[in-house]
């Protein structure tokens, strides 16, 4: 053949070939199309280029099953599954994927028993189904049944326990797997963080740098949460150092999260340097910045930092309006808002929390109302908002509107919801969340967990806080501390001692819990030891331990405690808290001491619970006259009395004679605040009348009041007729307490002494053997006095104090001196408090005279004896104390 001739075979071939990979190019473009478009969420455009095509392939039909399961258009993708007549196993795996991605469980199961055959892909996708859909049981069975599996396989089967917060299964596998690639690492290092293990995800980091696998810029951000979670400023320098040599120097992601850790760690002077030399900046950084300023009080240097932000977008300027919000200043927070073109859906969400945190709960429901989408991050803002303003039946109504909507609450609904179930006492409501929180797979959030824990405590269902702990996946601090929290608070304490020593790890919070647990108890000595347990653990106190502390030197009379505690309220910063300064009031004249006036007069700023504070000192203290003039001050500086003022004012009055005051200020109360008085209100003025001996008056309030009486009044009353003994009145009151079946000793004894000082000892015995007949003891009296740093305290007859012999004694001694000088001790005292005061040895050896003699024998010359009692001061004591002050030549060490 010649060479024209070759030449034009050549030629032929060549145009023959072209011919016939032309539509095979086309095809193949056409596919990279419809997978396009598919990834786009334009699925209609791509079944249009899929229905124009003349030819189609394999290929073709698995693109376009695959764009619909994507996109969630599991019927067309059923349709087109079920018109493709050479499915291949990648076609069964496109529909398989899609059943599983959407929640159609049983669908994909279907498809997966039909498959002819299965690749490593298939069980992949099925186990990933399992898994997202919380079918953890299936997917480990499907998991062990694999013919091979790669290190995506474990890694699924990883996540699933991981997002359960099941570690311990998680952490298993984990170490039986043959290899591992970043993925690996992170699931489980963010499991750790999930569940609060801070120092397990960091150990797994340490595991991770020191092997094979490089880590990425996902695993030191989330290790950097490891880090803030163990609040160790040395870590993280050290993971900036380990990120540096790997190579993230100047990366904006990781530099933005390391700024992050210094704020959240209160390292704000690190985080300015740091923000200050970053090579880049996103918005994220920017608002990290003015956020960190703004929660730390230095709202001036956010301001300044958001005049240098070089373009103003959405989050920065959402930044700083929640700064002005956090701070009060609402006005230019809204004017940020109306400054933005178009407000996204957290500017919103950030303005309508802004409005519900400064108490505006009205023009956060306008605003609320006014959003054009709302999410379920709205719900939660408006929702808090009306919780935190004692709102709590409205924004549980809320709720059921949002569950209604067809809308899943969020986390954070489902805390503020419990939160308003126990602050009203909702338990079914409460029962319905726990249920619904199940149904959506929060139960598990240790957020909705605590709070499930809070509320069954504050119901009190106590059986269903020990079973919900006994049942958490995920335990963290707060878990231990809400339970001990609410064994205390239903006066369970030896299971909240319990609870606190079988926790893992104490912080602040758990020692205040259980050191108030015991001042709740009365058991204010335990208290102030576990203090001392705290301080040499290393733990600062915070503003709650303050609070109980000083409750409990209140409780004690520990002054000289007490004024320890107020010096170290300064060392430690908060002085300048109202409810510590409250606190300090109240144990200064529960102390029974003046220094209460003083304290009150330093404070900065007062609320109503400061003035009320005041007034009940007044009144515990017998300060009538200055008890009205605090409340006159009171007045005068704009602040409107509630019930609990009043309560302290009358108390006052009646405790120091001003019964016209009294009168006055109990019709006041009505006239002039519109406030109804409530039993306690009208039992000050029973014993204020009682006192003046105004004791048919006392008893016309008790006939003529609005509400039923209750025994409390009664016995006021009843004290009364026996100060003013009233045989005929006194029986009558104490006939009708019997009636109502008191089982309060103090009415038994009140008659009996009524009886006792008239001579009716006849009288006597019969109310002595109806106590008995009916169980009712008499609370022994219990006197304490503290010397230098230890408490003492004495019972009437007390044999137990290690110096009782020598006390016993001084105070005959004392008793002969008193009687050389003509002393005679009034008989009336003797049937004043026990049962046993009728017998010379009880007269002298009461509680507090005990008490009074150690003090006399261990104090210096001069120095004030405080002495505290559980029941009422006994006449005879206050006679010796008067005697011996008034400077009686007597000395116990001669």
């Known amino acids: 053949m010649n060479l024209a001739l070759r030449r034009g075979f050549r030629s032929l071939s060549t145009l023959a070939l072209s011919v016939q990979e032309t539509p095979r190019i086309n095809l193949i473009q056409c596919n990279k199309r419809i997978q396009e478009l598919a990834r786009l969420g334009r699925i209609d455009e791509a079944r249009q280029v899929f229905d124009e095509l003349i030819h189609r392939d394999a290929v073709t039909w698995n693109s376009m099953i695959t764009g619909y399961s994507q996109n969630g258009r599991m019927y067309d993708a059923r349709v087109l599954f079920d018109a493709f007549v050479g499915k291949n196993v990648r076609t069964w795996t ?423 647990a015991y001042v709740q108890a009365g058991h204010g000595e335990a208290a102030l030891l576990l203090f001392l347990d705290m301080l040499a653990c290393g733990t600062k106190p915070n503003e709650s331990t303050i609070t109980s502390l000083l409750s409990a030197c209140g409780s004690l009379g520990a002054t000289k405690l007490g004024e320890q505690i107020h010096a170290l309220i300064h060392k430690l910063g908060v002085d300048s808290r109202v409810f510590v300064g409250n606190a300090l009031v109240t144990m200064y004249f529960k102390c029974g001491c003046e220094d209460g006036f003083a304290v009150f007069e330093e404070m900065a700023e007062r609320d109503i619970v400061t003035w009320n504070a005041v007034l009940a000192g007044c009144a515990q203290n017998g300060l009538g006259d200055e008890a009205v003039k605090t409340f006159e001050k009171m007045k005068a500086e704009g602040l409107v009395p509630n019930q609990i003022s009043f309560l302290g004012l009358l108390c006052a009055c009646s405790h120091s004679g001003l019964v016209d005051e009294g009168w006055g200020y109990f019709n006041s109360m009505s006239h002039d605040y519109g406030i109804i008085p409530l039993i306690h209100h009208y039992t000050c003025m029973v014993d204020l009348l009682g006192r003046a001996g105004r004791l048919s008056e006392a008893e016309s309030v008790i006939v003529n009041m609005h509400i039923e009486p209750d025994s409390v009044i009664w016995e006021a009353l009843l004290a009364a007729c026996r100060i003013h003994r009233n045989i005929k009145l006194g029986q009558r009151v104490a006939e009708r307490l019997f009636q109502m079946g008191t089982k309060n000793s103090g009415a038994y004894v009140l008659l009996s002494n009524i009886y006792a000082s008239q001579g009716m000892w006849d009288k006597v015995r019969e109310v002595r053997k109806l106590m008995l007949d009916r169980g009712v003891t008499k609370e022994p009296g219990i006197s304490w006095i503290q010397i230098k740093s230890k408490l003492h305290s004495f019972l009437t007859g007390d044999k137990t104090h290690d110096q009782i012999e020598e006390i016993k004694s001084t105070l005959k001694e004392l008793y002969g001196c008193f009687q050389a000088t003509g002393y005679m001790p009034d008989t009336n005292f003797v049937l004043h408090d026990l049962d046993e005061e009728q017998k010379q040895s009880e007269l002298l050896y009461h509680s507090e005279k005990l008490a009074v003699v150690f003090g006399i024998l261990k104090t210096p010359n001069g120095w004030p004896i405080w002495i505290m009692k559980s029941l009422r001061i006994c006449g005879i004591t206050g006679e010796i104390v008067m005697g011996y002050l008034e400077g009686m030549s007597w000395n116990p060490h001669l």
């Not at 480990?140 to 996540?159: H, V, Y």
């Not at 301001?303 to 920065?316: D, F, G, W």
């Not at 924004?395 to 609904?413: D, F, I, K, W």
């Not at 996946?473 to 606190?500: E, H």
Request: charged share 20%.
């Open 94 to 516: 496109a529909l398989l994927t899609g059943y599983a991605k959407h929640g159609q469980i049983e669908e994909a199961r279907g498809v997966f028993e039909s498959m002819p055959e299965r690749n490593i892909i298939s069980w992949n996708a099925m186990i990933s189904g399992y898994v997202q859909n919380g079918d953890l049981c299936n997917a480990r069975w499907l998991f062990d049944q694999m013919p091979e599996k790669n290190i995506a396989s474990w890694n699924s089967i990883i996540t699933g326990y991981c997002h359960c917060y099941w570690m311990s299964e998680a952490r298993k596998l984990f170490d039986q797997m043959p290899e591992r690639n970043s993925p690996s690492w992170m699931v489980m290092i963010s499991g750790y963080v999930q569940v609060n293990d801070h120092q397990e995800a960091w150990n797994l980091f340490v595991r991770l740098h020191r092997s094979e696998v490089r880590p990425d810029q996902p695993i030191f951000v989330v290790t950097l949460s490891a880090v803030m979670g163990l609040d160790d400023f040395e870590l993280i320098e050290s993971l900036r150092t380990i990120a540096i040599k790997t190579g993230y120097e100047g990366d904006v992601v990781m530099d933005t999260a390391v700024l992050n850790a210094y704020t959240r760690n209160g390292c704000l002077d690190f985080a300015v340097k740091f923000f200050e030399t970053m090579a880049e900046r996103n918005e994220y950084s920017w608002t990290t910045m003015i956020s960190a300023f703004s929660q730390c009080g230095r709202l001036d240097d956010a301001i300044q930092l958001y005049k240098r932000v070089p373009e103003q977008s959405v989050a920065t300027r959402t930044a700083m309006m929640t700064a002005y919000s956090q701070n009060g200043r609402i006005q230019e927070a809204r004017h940020i808002f109306d400054e933005i073109p178009n407000p996204n859906m957290v500017a919103w969400n950030a303005m309508v929390a802004g409005y519900a945190q400064n108490g505006m709960l009205e023009e956060a429901k306008y605003l609320f109302l006014q959003m054009p989408v709302r999410n379920s991050a709205s719900w939660a803002a408006m929702i808090a908002g009306l919780v935190q303003n004692g709102q709590s039946k409205e924004a549980l109504e809320l709720l059921a509107e949002l569950h209604g909507s067809g809308t899943v609450p969020s986390q954070s609904s489902f805390s503020s919801a419990l939160f308003a179930c126990a602050d009203i006492g909702a338990i079914e409501m409460g029962r319905q969340i726990h249920s619904l929180s199940i149904k959506t797979g929060c139960q598990f959030n240790s957020y909705v967990g605590n709070g499930l824990i809070s509320m069954y405590a504050k119901c009190k269902n106590v059986d269903d806080v020990s079973h919900l702990f006994g049942t958490m996946r995920v335990r963290d601090t707060v878990s231990w501390n809400s339970l001990i929290t609410g064994f205390s608070d239903n006066y369970m304490l030896n299971d909240a001692r319990n609870i606190f020593e079988k926790m893992p790890k104490h912080d602040v919070v758990s020692w205040s819990a259980i050191i108030s």
